[in-house]
DNA sequence: GTCTATACGTGGATAGAC
DNA sequence: GTCTATCCACGTATAGAC
């Protein structure tokens, strides 16, 4: 440990750099992410910037692979309680609205670092990459949920999870400009009406009958 | 008319320029609309932009004024010709997506301002207002549809339209990273499946009984 | 291995020539 | 009114000092 002391300072600076990038450019935009800022803000002298990087669009890599991957983690995560399908489903919804709400600004810097990253071809790569890749985590939640409780969908759930996908981003982005959180709330509801008339509870589910006994609260 | 020869000669100059920006935003990204690379484009000397524009932000406000005001023309237009609710909204969302799928680096470089838009007072109130007036006028389409063919839907018609331009947004977002025409076709079908549940046909409608009489091909 | 000073290119905006 | 030459600020990247 005592040896790779010196190495492990390189992967901090690392770090560090991101985290900074990722405050400057929440603050005030993708543009605004130059090595000068960062470096500044992170209270490291200029030239450590390509000791840690190769170039700027190394940097980009680095912040798109760690906050993309943090966006995943809790994706349409699954049962929580058992409730009805279209219930569950506006749960999903909201719960991304809810983060957009709750941090704007760096959901904004997010979409902007997306859309930039199709100019370039690795960006673009990891890009997709990470839709792939999140799509196979909500699909697996899908599924999951699906399975406890003996539910049935109309369409393979590969497909389903997409339109989750794009109706969350969809509902995200059109709050992003609206501000309106009636009408992303509205959206929300209406989206999980119409997309539960998708599913059909199967009769193999044994453990809720007609009428769920779940203890505790109960609205 | 004489006497305002010069002036009209202005206002070219100004839809030349920003005709030249769209083209250097569709081919290279908006990062690359420097005003040296507008005028160039346009064939025009450098001196000529701030002699037409205050700044870049006023470019900016004219390119999305022009650009967004030409994406609403034709929302979610009307009839057509009369078919079922829920083919009638797949061909609704898929008209944006093959908007999309013909010009991918036009709409991924209007993405680019939009997101962009927001960090701007002043082109943010543009991109808000431009939203506001899509809503409207798909809206008003829905209703004049549904009017003629006698539907009645389970909320309120600006609801069901945000919920449906939030669909086409997310779906044609979707398609930009990953380029999956039939993962995009398919969400399309599911989501028409999905929102015609939430439209229930009212027996006032006498044009149409049980069997349609359509002339013509009917596959 | 860590940081400073600097080179080099580019962009936005302007003053002044035609 | 139209265009040229130029200024100044900033961004990336590097060579070399500590």
Redesign the interface.
Request: charged share 15%; no cysteine.
């Given at each position: 440990m005592a040896e790779t002391r010196e190495h492990r300072s390189h992967d901090e600076r690392r770090r560090q750099l991101v985290d900074a990038s990722v405050a400057v450019m929440t603050e005030?935009?993708v543009?605004a992410v130059t090595t000068r800022a960062v470096t500044a803000r992170a209270g490291l002298p200029h030239g450590s910037f390509h000791y840690c990087f190769d170039s700027k669009a190394d940097l980009f890599c680095a912040i798109l692979e760690q906050e993309l991957g943090r966006s995943i983690v809790a994706a349409f995560e699954p049962p929580a309680t058992p409730v009805d399908p279209e219930e569950r489903i506006a749960a999903g919804l909201r719960a991304r609205l809810d983060q957009v709400i709750a941090r704007p600004d760096y959901f904004?810097a997010l979409?902007?670092l997306?859309?930039?990253s199709?100019?370039d071809a690795e960006l673009g790569r990891l890009?997709?990459w990470e839709?792939?890749e999140y799509l196979r985590e909500v699909t697996r939640n899908l599924d999951e949920w699906s399975r406890a409780d003996g539910l049935e969908w109309?369409?393979p759930t590969p497909?389903?999870a997409?339109?989750l996908?794009?109706?969350?981003?969809?509902?995200a982005?059109?709050w992003?400009?609206?501000r309106n959180d009636a009408?992303a709330h509205?959206?929300i509801?209406?989206?999980a009406?119409?997309?539960s008339?998708?599913v059909s509870t199967s009769s193999t589910s044994i453990t809720s009958p007609t009428t769920t006994t779940t203890p505790g609260g109960a609205s």
């Open positions: 005030q935009g543009a904004l979409a902007e997306s859309v930039l199709h100019r890009a997709r839709q792939a109309s369409a497909g389903v997409a339109l996908i794009a109706l969350s981003d969809g509902i982005a059109s992003l400009v609206e009408a509205e959206s509801r209406l989206a009406a119409s997309v008339s998708l």
